[in-house]
């Protein structure tokens, strides 16, 4: 039977918000970072909340009686809600600034109004604190073996209970305590009295041992097999202690991508740490060549956005972005050889463009890409090529190995070509595909190309790339094996003190096994 | 649904076309125009739906403008060549025409709308469309001719030149193309029309179409809406307004927050009591309407004249009177010139290139890969035919392997011209053939599982998590819930359990019993995950990756070169290989692509987890203690183990062989030691920790007892091999026979279930039967659901008493079988324990299958 199954106009999907990961490119270093720091993410700042939060969810447990996993969520939101006051509290009196509180954004508000009374629990406050906030009770509780997660429920590990007993001793004896647990609002005076207790940045001594003990594996938290992590924390240590003045975590990626140290002469690690080397420098330079697409994507949504030419297609925009990019620069080389053999050991391009108007952008993002192609021809680049984790994120065509091969290829070709390369293969031809991908997820589209030419979304974010150096680094700070300052970061007696001991400890073991 | 939206007049999206599509029903063929392409999207809208339902024939013809846009993403495009043909048709317009034809057996489908095959065309854009199914014989008929016509425009067939006239669609609706004459010509109009709505983005620059149509109707009022963005509204355009002709344009600019870009093309011929409808690509232009210059596709609808209104209403768009100043003039950048275009087809090793100019003798043909250049050939000896010349050549099979995805052909002519086109893989086209493809890759793995290398391990667990992935994609899309389930707030469960449970420090049930659940759920990803990483832990088998050049400096290669192959324990060996063998014959015997696929999605965890335990196992360097505990556990596990979706542990990996499988394998030495190794693990484990009422544990076992067991010599030949493999000391002998009689006093968890579910059914008797005395009831209450539940349970069944009804839900089931609601998460989370008693919306009360 004919049917007639629909006719007039269609219901719309609206389709352009902006995801971050809009060429697709985010995989392979997220899957590297997850092997590498399993238990750290870019959000983890904070070490102490590796102690608090497993203390309250063993509280909950050690309550008795019967619960369920709506419960065992309103009494951790209590708790989160605490923590957060109480650090804001604290940071209001002493006037300092921190980073990394969950739910600060909400509790400040909160605290700012005045109220005597603020909420900890309840219909007023939201299930969880932010998407970000998020990753420290997913991942990383449960990789660093302190919490479970059986469907709905979290569970207290032997790690966590390790903390929470210790931590007991002390929180668990505070007055009044015993109404927090089931308390849907708190007092200023009571989150006053418990900033000091709460605040994040003071640990008590025990409890920086054992959090340190944590972060690098040690007694009682020592397994068989040290964590890739420990590595790493080791890796950046012996970095940290190169540098004469404080550094901040991008001034240790690029000393990471260009294979120097922080004085910017030739690093070379411990032996033991060289495999956790290539692997942070194969991460330090693929962050570098997803910024490079991205910004060569959004030279042309800039392109595309700002010229007063309604472009037929994609085509159009990129072909004619790159030939006035080329034809106007002064100092780009006519062939992609010459450009990598010019950037051959010179420091590591800025990440941002010096303009950001579109030609200038596409060639910056280019001369990312060539710095790299030309740090990958070095010997040490050669090595990172040997690494298994090279070929991370092949079957997504971005993997370090698979650039490497494209930028060899395209040297004996001009510039023109590399730069369509990167504007289109590695851009917009990603963008419509992982676009067209998102769609139905209600996610990304940013440069839309149909009958009436080419469009550009009124925003087009280029996302900072974070590859938890950061957040690493502020760990080790926490802990105090870092010093943190306004200038950022510094190695003290203690860092070279620590990172002797542990490596003296690696040997041994590796001398046992 | 379709009533509702053609009360409200609405039109399609793609999801539409499979919801319409009757399940019973096959899509045989598929074919769209489009005037502008996006391959990405296209994939993403119809293609892969249509592949996951087995159509066999897929073609999508476009204008130059379109085919070029999908060879500039060629680094990226997907199944161009390889699941569906694309064609450009070239016209003396604009190949415009924006039509869906989707054949089934007994029917077909037939969209016309006036979006494109574009993200903004098939989702963002306020666009028009209508979409039918027809079965009659006599349109089925002229709906062939209809593809005919277009596909040999395309050059996929022969030349068709038999006319296409209207195609009656319903009573009163009428498919009209421009094939043989302007669509302005072919309809039917209201014998006094007074009123004229037009709306359409484009309006020719001279307005002919709205000139032809106003001295056609002089006295007829005509409102003009059209969208300035699109850069149509001229000042000659708004000098035609007048009393009777008004002009209109959305009061809101178009942003991304705001109205939506409105590209839909819909003209009403409004007379006293009827109204002409068309709706389709064709713009308010000459091209578009007045001659058959493009190629244009509309439906051409009759209906009440005051049904008209509810038309009129573009979503999200309020109209005004149009002004100078909202003109928009837009400078098109011309941009490069189009490329000629070649028509490839690769069949085996043969590759065929034809292209339309007469001229050139020989040249160079260039095969491109995702965006690289894997193949450069010289020819001559081109054939010419009439206005066609043809090249032959055959790839070296180096080259051919290379082409699994899309491939574009490039010749320079020596003439200098140059000619770019898509390769059409005809082994590949078709979902028959690429289902048969990738047998060939899982043959490959199946038939010796254990000495393929990871890579293709890899690859197998991909290809098994995209076939998943897509199917529970599609489940949620025809569902209606697509993305909705990231925006819903997590509802927490209120099932009271033991807070002490929730101390994981080692034993206890709870962590056990979701211990062993998590390590079954396992997800795809975290195996792949494990397994591409897992190397880097190898510290004996250095992965030398090399470069291989070539010579020719385009092409290096690199050198895979693994690997020690290690061999699991040749016990486990024979399970696994029949498992493989097994799953192989099934999808090799399965006689559609759908089927496969629907096989695929229902493929057991534990099969998942043999590949991931087999590769794991293969390549430890050495015995280490932790891993081997842990991997044997896994294979172990993994052979005995239901899947997934079997909350109720219907089936251990073994039962799965079918009987006569199952009959060689219990007569082989290896499957006997590979019993004994297993049953040796169990019995071990149980000397450890003695194992609880309702372990899982003792299901395995149960299902190992099914089989032939070994005698106390292998058993305890095996024990040996295990605790070696384990790192314990042998020197203790354990009683074997005790411990079997220890084992079989415990109640296996499967067990546990059905003796709970019998005495749930007795309860409810009673109370059908009018026994309401708590003494009698309560005994059995805690019997059904434990002491915690029992007060609760027997509340509800009380409060209930006769009206009792009680529905088995399978494992995979997630909406209510008798009033097909979706079970809110709160009880599906409750059905995960299968003793558990939930109560659906509907009043009925809902227990997990228990079925083996």
């Known amino acids: ?513 | 649904l379709t009533e509702l939206k053609m009360r409200r007049h609405t039109g399609y999206q793609p999801k539409d076309v499979f919801e319409a599509l009757d399940e019973s029903e096959m899509p045989v063929s598929a074919l769209f125009t489009t005037y502008t392409f996006s391959p990405g999207t296209f994939r993403q809208e119809y293609l892969i739906p249509l592949l996951h339902r087995g159509c066999d024939e897929i073609s999508v013809l476009t204008d130059p403008i379109g085919y070029g846009q999908s060879i500039f993403s060629a680094a990226t495009v997907q199944s161009i060549g390889t699941d569906y043909r694309l064609r450009q048709v070239q016209s003396d317009g604009s190949f415009h025409g924006k039509l869906v034809v989707i054949r089934t057996r007994h029917a077909a489908y037939v969209g016309v709308g006036s979006g494109n095959l574009t993200a903004p065309g098939l989702q963002t854009n306020a666009e028009v469309g209508s979409l039918y199914r027809v079965d009659k014989n006599d349109q089925l008929e002229l709906l062939e001719v209809l593809v005919k016509r277009l596909r040999s425009l395309a050059l996929i067939e022969e030349k068709a030149k038999q006319p296409v006239p209207p195609i009656q669609l319903m009573d009163d609706a009428r498919l009209i193309t421009s094939l043989d004459s302007p669509i302005f010509d072919q309809l039917g109009f209201p014998a006094d029309v007074s009123r004229i709505e037009l709306i359409s983005p484009f309006v020719d620059g001279q307005q002919e179409a709205v000139a032809r149509i106003s001295s056609r109707w002089p006295k007829a009022r005509i409102r003009l809406r059209l969208d300035p963005d699109f850069g149509a509204l001229s000042e000659s355009l708004l000098d035609l307004a007048s009393e009777r002709v008004s002009i209109q344009v959305p009061s809101e600019p178009q942003t991304e927050e705001g109205r939506p870009p409105v590209h839909g093309k819909l003209f009403c011929f409004i007379g006293k009591n009827a109204a002409t409808i068309v709706l389709g690509s064709a713009n308010l232009s000459r091209p578009g309407l007045l001659t058959k210059e493009n190629f244009e596709a509309v439906v051409e609808r009759r209906m009440k004249a005051d049904e008209v209104e509810s038309l009129l209403s573009v979503p999200e768009t309020r109209w005004r009177k149009a002004s100078i100043d909202d003109r928009k003039p837009v400078t098109a950048f011309a941009g490069p010139k189009m490329l000629g275009v070649v028509i490839a087809s690769l069949h085996f090793r043969r590759l065929k290139a034809s292209w339309s100019s007469s001229l050139g003798e020989g040249g160079t043909a260039k095969i491109w890969f995702r965006g690289r250049l894997i193949h450069e050939i010289q020819f001559a000896g081109v054939a010419k035919s009439e206005d066609r010349s043809t090249v032959e050549m055959d790839l070296a099979a180096k080259v051919f392997e290379k082409l699994t995805g899309p491939c574009l052909l490039e010749i320079e002519l020596d003439n200098g011209r140059l000619l770019l086109g898509w390769i059409e893989v005809t082994d590949m086209l078709g979902m028959g053939q690429e289902a048969k493809r990738q047998l060939v890759f899982l043959d490959a793995i199946t038939a010796d599982p254990l000495s393929c290398n990871e890579k293709e391990v890899v690859k197998f667990i991909e290809h098994l998590q995209r076939r998943l992935e897509a199917a529970s994609r599609n489940a949620a899309y025809f569902a209606g819930s697509y993305g909705k389930s990231q925006t819903k707030k997590e509802e927490y469960d209120t099932t009271p359990i033991s807070r002490r449970d929730l101390l994981e420090l080692g034993g206890g049930s709870f962590s056990q019993f979701f211990a062993l659940e998590r390590l079954l759920n396992r997800s795809l990803d975290s195996a792949l995950h494990d397994l591409r990483f897992f190397s880097r832990d190898r510290d004996d088998q250095p992965l030398a990756t090399t470069e291989a050049d070539r010579g020719d400096g385009k092409e290096k290669l690199r050198n895979p070169t693994r690997k020690v192959q290690g061999r699991l324990p040749l016990k486990i060996e024979t399970v696994l290989t029949a498992l493989f063998d097994q799953l192989k014959e099934k999808i090799d015997a399965a006689d559609s692509p759908a089927a496969v696929a629907t096989f695929v999605s229902q493929i057991p965890t534990c099969i998942k987890a043999l590949a991931f335990a087999a590769e794991k196992w293969k390549l430890l360097p050495e015995q280490r203690r932790e891993w081997l505990i842990r991997f044997f556990h896994k294979v172990a596990i993994a052979c005995l183990a239901p899947g997934i979706a079997c909350v109720a542990r219907r089936s251990g990996a073994v039962r799965r062989l079918e009987e006569t499988e199952r009959g060689k394998l219990t007569g082989g030495t290896e499957f006997g030691l590979g019993v004994a190794t297993l049953e040796a693990y169990l019995l071990l484990d149980h000397e450890r920790q003695p194992l609880r009422d309702g372990s899982f544990n003792k299901d395995m076992y149960d299902v190992l007892r099914e089989l032939r067991l070994p005698d106390s010599t292998t058993l305890a030949a095996a024990a040996v091999d295990v605790q070696s493999l384990m790192g314990e000391a042998g020197d203790t002998r354990p009683n074997f026979e005790s411990l079997r009689l220890s084992m079989a006093a415990v109640t296996g968890e499967f067990a546990a279930l059905r003796g709970r579910r019998a005495a749930l059914n007795d309860l409810i008797n009673r109370l059908h039967d009018g026994v309401r005395e708590t003494a009698e009831l309560r005994p059995i209450a805690e019997a059904a659901v434990g002491l915690d539940e029992a007060e609760s349970l027997l509340r509800l069944l009380v409060e209930h008493a006769r009206r009792i009804r009680v529905v088995e839900v399978s494992s995979d089931q997630d909406a209510c079988s008798v009033c097909f609601t979706v079970f809110p998460q709160v009880v599906q989370s409750r059905l995960n324990r299968a003793s558990a008693v939930a109560q659906c919306n509907c009043g009925v009360f809902l227990v997990r299958s228990l079925d083996t």
């Not at chain 1, 008795?64 to 940071?91: P, T």
């Not at chain 1, 007023?124 to 932010?130: A, I, L, Q, R």
């Not at chain 1, 990603?430 to 990304?444: E, I, M, Y």
Request: charged residues 25%; glycine residues 8%.
């Open chain 1, 1 to 513: 039977m004919s049917a007639e199954n629909g006719f007039g106009w269609r219901p719309i999907t609206k389709g352009t918000s902006s995801g971050l990961d809009f060429l697709g490119l985010a995989v392979p270093i997220e899957g590297i970072l997850d092997a590498e720091t399993s238990g750290i993410t870019n959000a983890t700042f904070r070490a102490r909340y590796f102690s608090l939060v497993p203390w309250y969810y063993w509280k909950y447990a050690m309550r008795g009686g019967k619960g369920s996993a709506r419960d065992q969520r309103q009494f951790a939101i209590g708790f989160e809600m605490l923590i957060a006051y109480a650090n804001i509290a604290r940071l209001d009196t002493t006037e300092s600034t921190m980073t990394g509180i969950i739910r600060r954004d909400f509790c400040e508000r909160k605290w700012k109004e005045g109220k005597t009374t603020l909420p900890l629990r309840g219909d007023e406050v939201g299930d969880t604190p932010s998407p970000t906030d998020a990753a420290l009770y997913g991942p990383s509780l449960r990789r660093l073996n302190l919490l479970g997660r059986h469907g709905q429920f979290q569970t207290c590990r032997k790690g966590g209970a390790i903390f929470a007993e210790e931590l007991d001793k002390t929180l668990g004896k505070v007055d009044g305590f015993a109404r927090l647990m089931d308390a849907t609002t708190v007092n200023r005076e009571t989150v006053e009295l418990w900033a000091q207790k709460l605040y994040l940045l003071t640990p008590s001594k025990r409890e920086n041992e054992l959090l340190r003990a944590l972060l690098f594996g040690s007694d009682p938290f020592a397994r068989e097999e040290l964590a890739p992590r420990v590595y790493t924390m080791l890796l950046l240590l012996d970095l940290a202690r190169t540098g004469n003045t404080a550094f901040t975590a991008s001034d240790m990626e690029v000393a990471l991508a260009s294979g120097l140290d922080l004085a910017g002469q030739s690093f070379r690690p411990e032996a033991s740490l060289g495999g956790a080397y290539r692997r942070w420098r194969i991460l330090a330079l693929l962050k570098l060549l997803r910024h490079s697409s991205e910004l060569a994507f959004y030279a042309v949504h800039t392109h595309v956005r700002s010229s007063t030419i309604r472009f037929g297609t994609a085509q159009h925009a990129a072909e004619e972005l790159i030939a006035s990019a080329v034809s106007k620069s002064k100092g780009l080389p006519k062939s992609f050889e010459r450009l990598v053999g010019n950037l051959k050991d010179t420091a590591a391009p800025a990440w941002d463009p010096p303009k950001y108007d579109p030609e200038e952008m596409v060639r910056h993002a280019l001369s990312i890409c060539a710095w790299c192609a030309a740090v990958l021809r070095t010997d040490s680049g050669k090595d990172l090529l040997a690494e298994d984790v090279a070929t991370v994120g092949a079957h997504l065509d971005a993997d370090l190995a698979g650039y490497f091969e494209r930028l060899n290829e395209l040297l004996a070709g001009p510039t023109t070509v590399a730069m369509r390369w990167l504007c289109v293969d590695r851009g917009l031809a990603r963008h419509f595909q992982v676009a067209a991908r998102k769609l139905a997820q209600h996610d990304t589209f940013r440069l839309i190309e149909d009958e009436d030419g080419m469009r550009a979304t009124e925003k087009c974010p280029i996302p900072n790339i974070a590859i938890r150096v950061d957040s690493m680094l502020s760990l080790l700070s926490d802990v105090g094996l870092l010093r943190i300052g306004d200038e950022g970061y510094l190695a003290t007696a203690e860092t070279t003190q620590w990172y002797n001991s542990h490596i003296k400890r690696l040997h041994e073991m590796a001398g046992c096994g």
